[in-house]
């Protein structure tokens, strides 16, 4: 299917790695102009080359999203880069781990800072340009645990149930400016950590060597899945893109939900 994203340009953060870099992959593979973003000098340059050998369109980006001032400078980069961003995905989050005796209230601000504040300072700054070309799409990564959270990790859940609040107003807030507001939840997805995590699990429960298996069976044991199976970052990648698309632009204000019908509501 064409996306008709030809052309535009997608600042993604947190690109460098995991879900961000396939989404970073999927949108420069629909001819999207992306800035691939990492804290560090050097952590968004692979991904980037990777990209460019491959014959398409990437720029990598450094900057630290937990300041003002390095949300400045990300906005410069990317407009020195291709003059400004059509399309933000505000990817980057963190789920450390804590509990309600444990984590006091530098980690529950720790968390809303990461979590909430570097897609706000992000979305602030680039949402000019989007206004003033009268068209644009931003997505927020979040989790199914923002509508079902755990007991456990609640600064966690806490923070992204603000980014899911936060994902309705803009949307209001940006009506009728050909601007698109969504938020994309994941229950567990397969990455690297997640699957050799299940992996070492199986092994002592004696599930076998099939992932397919062991994700049924891991499940189970961790969370629901009507379909019996956990997404990996691939699926993830390829929703946030049609959502991004000039394809989905009716769909605004909306909560996607990628986890098999973990959080099987009516809403």
């Given at each position: 299917m064409d996306l008709?994203?030809n052309?535009k340009?997608?600042f993604?953060s947190?690109s460098?790695?995991g879900?961000?870099?396939?989404?970073?992959?999927?949108?420069?593979?629909?001819?999207?102009?992306?800035?691939?973003?990492?804290?560090?000098t050097?952590?968004?340059?692979?991904?980037?080359?990777?990209?460019?050998?491959?014959?398409?369109?990437?720029?990598?980006?450094?900057?630290?999203?937990?300041?003002?001032?390095?949300a400045?400078?990300?906005l410069?980069?990317?407009?020195a880069a291709y003059?400004?961003v059509?399309?933000l995905?505000?990817?980057?989050g963190?789920?450390?781990?804590?509990?309600?005796?444990?984590?006091g209230?530098?980690?529950?601000?720790a968390?809303?800072?990461k979590?909430?504040?570097?897609?706000v300072?992000l979305?602030?700054r680039?949402?000019?340009?989007?206004k003033?070309?009268?068209?644009?799409?931003i997505i927020?990564?979040?989790t199914?645990?923002?509508t079902q959270p755990?007991?456990r990790?609640?600064h966690?859940?806490?923070?992204?149930?603000?980014?899911?609040?936060?994902?309705?107003?803009?949307a209001?807030e940006?009506?009728?400016?050909g601007?698109?507001?969504n938020?994309?939840s994941?229950?567990?997805?397969?990455?690297?950590?997640?699957?050799?995590?299940?992996r070492?699990?199986?092994?002592k429960k004696g599930?076998?060597?099939?992932?397919?298996?062991i994700a049924?069976k891991?499940?189970?044991k961790?969370g629901?899945?009507?379909?019996?199976?956990m997404p990996?970052p691939?699926e993830?990648?390829?929703?946030?893109?049609?959502?991004?698309?000039?394809?989905?632009a009716?769909?605004?204000a909306?909560?996607?939900r990628?986890?098999?019908g973990?959080t099987?509501?009516?809403?």
């Amino acid at each position: 299917m064409d996306l008709k994203l030809n052309s535009k340009t997608a600042f993604i953060s947190g690109s460098y790695r995991g879900t961000g870099r396939a989404i970073a992959q999927t949108l420069a593979r629909e001819g999207v102009q992306v800035l691939i973003h990492g804290f560090e000098t050097g952590q968004a340059e692979p991904v980037t080359q990777e990209l460019c050998d491959a014959g398409m369109s990437a720029t990598a980006v450094t900057g630290d999203l937990m300041s003002d001032e390095g949300a400045d400078d990300l906005l410069a980069q990317a407009t020195a880069a291709y003059g400004g961003v059509d399309i933000l995905i505000n990817n980057y989050g963190t789920a450390e781990a804590g509990s309600w005796k444990k984590s006091g209230a530098s980690d529950w601000i720790a968390a809303y800072e990461k979590n909430v504040l570097s897609a706000v300072r992000l979305s602030q700054r680039m949402l000019p340009y989007m206004k003033e070309k009268g068209w644009g799409r931003i997505i927020h990564l979040g989790t199914i645990g923002s509508t079902q959270p755990a007991a456990r990790m609640p600064h966690y859940y806490a923070a992204k149930g603000a980014l899911a609040t936060l994902n309705v107003s803009l949307a209001k807030e940006l009506a009728n400016t050909g601007i698109t507001v969504n938020l994309v939840s994941p229950g567990l997805i397969r990455t690297a950590e997640v699957e050799a995590s299940f992996r070492a699990l199986a092994e002592k429960k004696g599930w076998g060597d099939d992932w397919s298996e062991i994700a049924r069976k891991g499940m189970e044991k961790f969370g629901s899945s009507l379909t019996g199976g956990m997404p990996d970052p691939q699926e993830i990648a390829d929703a946030v893109a049609f959502l991004a698309s000039p394809l989905a632009a009716n769909i605004t204000a909306t909560n996607m939900r990628i986890d098999g019908g973990a959080t099987a509501l009516v809403s």
